[in-house]
Every structure is written in structure tokens, then in C-alpha cells.
């Protein structure tokens, strides 16, 4: 995603990815080590998205909405709103 994100330009497609994570825990920008009181043998991988901690594994479908916001004219709410509505 990383990649996607940092090589795309203004005539880049958007994209929608929908997949499945191996188990992983995933900290946000506002994640702190004691908010993982036993991940065990599970990875923990810092993001930099918003929020704290977050499992995500087999069963879990998880959605990522890779758009061009400002090409768009939405902000972060508009768009999530937009979705939730969908």
C-alpha cells in the first residue's frame, strides 16, 4: 500500500482493495506499547494511521479505499460519510 501510495501521481486510478491479513496488530499514530497486553507470537506493525490498536486476521475482511481525495474535493469525513451511506 505504501508503495501504491507513494509512486502514484494525478493520472493515477483509484483504487478499492478487499482483503484478508494474516494475524497481525496493527498501532496507530495514537498507539501505545501497554495497549497490547499479550500479542504473543502475533506481529505488531506501526502505522500511521489514526487510532490505537487494532487486530485484524483470517476471517476479517478489511476494505481499503485508495482515492485521491483532493482530486475528489472530499475531505476524510465526506468520504467516510459518503461510504457509510453507500
Not at 501504491?4 to 495514537?30: A, I, K, M, N
Request: glycine residues 10%; hydrophobic residues 35%; charged residues 25%.
Amino acid at each position: 500500500m505504501r508503495d501504491f501510495t507513494e509512486s502514484r501521481t494525478s493520472d493515477t486510478q483509484d483504487e478499492l482493495w478487499v482483503l484478508e491479513h494474516p494475524p497481525v496488530f496493527t498501532q496507530g499514530q495514537s498507539g501505545r506499547d501497554e495497549h497490547l497486553l499479550a500479542p504473543g507470537e502475533i506481529p505488531v506493525v506501526r502505522s500511521n494511521r489514526g487510532g490505537q490498536a487494532t487486530y485484524h486476521g483470517p476471517g476479517q475482511i478489511v476494505v481499503y479505499v485508495l482515492v485521491d481525495l483532493h482530486r475528489l474535493g472530499y475531505g476524510v469525513r465526506s468520504l467516510v460519510e459518503r461510504i457509510e451511506s453507500a
